[in-house]
């Protein structure tokens, strides 16, 4: 059977009260991963259908995946997630359930119940509640002037004049009470209690990373250098926080989701969604206050405030946070560059999914802006009039900033997967003469296994070869990968002395002091061998030699993930009659992404003890010149970290799993790959540059929005939300409940489109038995939310006719042709 990952990247802007309509979504994307997960456990064959025939939706997505059986195993990743105000309170909150694989439901009644504006409202005092009582008709006949049809509904109507009675030239929402919320339904998240439940969500050898973006105010300080002046100072208010969780390849989670980080996650998430005038700013001492009264502990404050804020910006106290819509509404730049640190242990389809709750609703914001112009709630004049006061007031301080288009973004991926065909397209004209290179090295006969000493031998050989063959490009090569391992093992330096300094009192060491250090004693080596700096004019010295087999970490990453890529790209193109066993050949990636794990170990400070950071500390105060105390160090350094034990141990790994677990036509291509990797290397690294440890697959690009097609509705759906400039439903417990509603129904729509795409490269599904799961999933939603979503008693009923009559059973989907956005950029 062949394997396809669909990894998706999740980009969530910011929507005020549309944050109910993004939670709606954010439950289908952990419904589909999990139904992914339990199928995976289960070989393959979903789950029966429940006693009443109706059944949950993570079983209606098991049977869903099941449709491309047993041509495909189709597994649904999520493993980036970058939000933005409401999508970053959203983004929070399906990072925790991803990474401990926990229920969202707690959440689902923080959005149906407590975000009302009565609920978030603070209370009038004094006598302004009496003086705006006594004016409340006039006030509620100005704004029914304003909003015309957004005030059709009695409870809107109601909501909105008593709004208006609270304080007046203050947030009207409480940030305390809504910290205290979020503290709750964080805690109420409950784990998957089905049987053979994962522990996490995150695949082994993998990992999930969160980026939230907030504010900061008053912003911090950075110095930049120039030609001239030679230093300038800027203030810089985008701060973003990062979460992560990785699945060892040991099984074991490292993850900054679990219980003890509640108070790190439900800041940041207060932080990202203090809407300007609407919630006051966030603030440590307001968590401070909240944890207090309700006679809780911040377990690991220091350690947050530390990573949020750092060293030298002044104390986090003083730290104001602001709405992260307010410099990135659209956070697409972390999640591109956390997509180029992915490993593929299966062939990937990437895709970047970004959800826009306020797409192609100009019009409606052009109602409230001609409202602010006085206009009666009639649309402003015509395109190319001038627009009035207020109107430009409010557009250049609101609308515009956050409503930038993501064309630089699309630019960016534009340029990442010209740089990913390149990469292949090196890689397949080198292809030929490297199988040539390395086949004059190996012998025919691999009926036996290659012992350990063979196989390192001719590893050793063939990296010989490869750089005897290079001619003078080799120079160039060397040079680029010394720069690579000097960074790399500089920065790891400066950590290790700045732990140190940490313990004595000392200060922040820099990675440029140590790499000019180690730069120095580099020089002298090649001026010992008489080769001049850069060592272009003779063999290479052995120390220099020393150095990249005892510190060249990422060569030997690079190399294991070549070998994954490769061995992912010969099980897709083995022929049917080949008898492959998926789970041995798992089994082999398992260990080779242990071997990763082993490897991305020794690049924490985490791994060595206090004697290495001593030793850190001294190279990092030691004169530029004392080449004697960088070379002691450099070499206490490479003994540490024992990579020529871990080199046996792969080679030991590999002489043995690619003999016993593929079959002969598989088994010398690998081999070859593995040993010859040199040959690869030398062609690739330097056109590799963000790629070098990268899946390097080609992203694709999906929006979900309203506006675009669904099944049930190819116009698209409008949201209730929309309406009080997508304030709406805080005003409206029905608007809430079909917002919520919209949002599970359109992500489900959307996701299968998605996988049915990923598939179709290998299987095709059948029209009818699509359609067929496609209302099983619509019904199995609708099904769950009846009976809770009780506001308006026709809002499940009508939906289920509606699902009913748009997908008959065995009727095609009109809609599978769904957004052009979902396409290749």
């Known amino acids: 059977m062949k394997q396809i990952e669909l990894r998706l990247a999740l980009v969530l802007y910011g929507g005020v009260s549309l944050a109910v309509y993004m939670h709606g979504i954010t439950r289908e994307f952990l419904n589909l991963v999990r139904a992914s997960r339990r199928l995976e456990a289960r070989g393959g064959v979903p789950a029966p259908p429940s006693v009443d025939g109706q059944g949950g939706s993570a079983q209606a997505y098991e049977r869903f995946l099941a449709l491309f059986a047993p041509a495909l195993d189709l597994r649904i990743v999520v493993d980036v997630i970058a939000g933005a105000s409401a999508g970053g309170v959203n983004g929070v909150m399906l990072a925790r359930a991803l990474a401990h694989n926990l229920s969202l439901d707690s959440h689902r009644d923080l959005w149906l119940e407590n975000a009302d504006v009565m609920r978030l409202s603070n209370e009038p005092v004094g006598l302004s509640r009496y003086l705006k009582g006594s004016i409340a008709p006039v006030l509620d006949r100005l704004v029914s002037m304003a909003l015309k049809s957004e005030l059709g509904d009695p409870e809107t109507r109601t909501k909105l004049r008593q709004f208006m009675q609270a304080r007046w030239f203050t947030p009207p929402f409480s940030g305390e009470r809504y910290v205290g919320w979020m503290l709750d339904a964080a805690k109420g998240m409950r784990p998957d209690t089905s049987a053979g439940a994962a522990p996490t969500l995150i695949p082994q050898g993998q990992s999930l990373d969160l980026f939230v973006t907030v504010t900061d105010f008053h912003g911090a300080r950075r110095r930049f250098a120039i030609d001239d002046p030679v230093e300038v100072e800027e203030t810089e208010h985008r701060l973003i926080l990062r979460y992560s969780a990785s699945s060892r390849g040991n099984g074991n989670l490292v993850s900054d989701f679990t219980d003890a980080r509640i108070p790190d996650l439900v800041f940041s998430a207060r932080a990202t969604s203090a809407f300007p005038g609407a919630f006051p700013p966030m603030t440590v001492g307001e968590m401070d206050r909240v944890l207090k009264a309700r006679g809780e502990t911040w377990p690991l404050r220091g350690i947050f405030l530390h990573r949020a804020f750092g060293k030298g910006q002044g104390a986090p106290e003083s730290r104001i946070l602001v709405d992260g819509s307010v410099v990135m509404n659209k956070p697409f730049q972390p999640v591109i560059e956390a997509i180029a640190g992915r490993p593929a242990a299966r062939e990937v389809v990437r895709r970047i999914v970004y959800v826009d709750p306020l797409a192609n609703v100009l019009g409606r914001r052009e109602e409230v802006d001609a409202a602010a112009n006085g206009q009666g709630g009639e649309v402003a004049a015509e395109e190319g009039s001038l627009p009035g006061f207020f109107r430009v007031i409010l557009a250049s301080l609101a609308h515009i900033p956050r409503n930038e288009p993501i064309g630089d973004a699309l630019e960016q991926v534009q340029d990442y997967n010209r740089d990913v065909r390149q990469v292949s397209e090196v890689i397949a004209a080198a292809e030929p003469v490297v199988e040539r290179e390395v086949g004059s090295i190996l012998r025919t006969d691999l009926d036996r296994p290659m012992t350990v000493p063979e196989l390192t031998r001719c590893r050793m050989l063939a990296n010989q070869r490869a750089h005897a063959s290079a001619g003078y490009a080799y120079h160039g090569y060397q040079r680029l990968k010394l720069a690579g391992v000097v960074a790399r093992i500089s920065d790891l330096l400066a950590q290790l002395a700045t732990a ?41 010295p052995q120390p220099i030699i020393r150095f990249l087999r005892g510190l060249d970490v990422d060569y030997r990453v690079r190399r294991l993930r070549f070998v994954i890529r490769r061995l992912n790209r010969l099980y897709r ?85 690619a003999y016993s677990y593929l079959p002969p036509p598989l088994r010398l291509p690998l081999v070859a790959a593995y040993i010859g990797f040199a040959f690869y290397d030398l062609v690739t690294l330097p056109v590799l540059r963000r790629l070098a440890s990268t899946e390097y697959n080609e992203i694709l690009i999906d929006r979900i929005s309203p506006s675009d097609p669904h099944s049930l509705r190819p116009e698209g759906v409008k949201l209730k939300g929309n309406n009080l400039n997508a304030f709406g439903a805080f005003f409206n417990r029905r608007w809430r409940e079909h917002d919520y509603l919209w949002g599970r129904l359109s992500a489900a729509d959307r996701l299968m489109t998605m996988a049915t795409r990923a598939a179709a490269p290998i299987t095709s599904v059948d029209p009818q038995a699509l359609a067929a799961v496609r209302r099983e999933v619509f019904l199995a939603i609708l099904r769950e939310e009846d009976g809770r979503l009780l506001a308006d008693p026709k809002l499940v009923p009508d939906l289920l006719a509606e699902v009913e009559k748009a997908l008959k059973e065995g009727e095609t989907v009109a809609a599978e042709n769904v957004s052009p956005l979902s396409a290749s950029v």
């Open 500 to 540: 140190r300094a940490g313990t004595v009192g000392g200060t922040v060491v820099s990675p440029r002091d140590c790499e000019t250090r180690i730069e120095a004693w580099l020089a002298s080596q090649h001026a010992e061998a008489g080769l001049g700096h850069e060592g272009v004019e003779g063999p290479t």
């Open 573 to 657: 193109a083995a022929g049917a009659e080949m008898e492959l066993r998926p789970a041995e050949m798992d089994e082999l990636k398992s260990t080779l992404y242990e071997q990763l794990d082993h490897l991305g170990q020794r690049c924490l400070v985490s791994f060595y003890g206090a004697e290495t950071a001593e030793a850190a500390a001294r190279l990092a105060a030691s004169d530029p010149g004392d080449i004697e105390t960088v070379g002691q160090v450099l070499e206490d350094l490479a003994s540490r970290m024992g990579l020529a034990d871990l080199d046996r141990l792969c080679d030991d790994a590999f002489s043995v799993m």
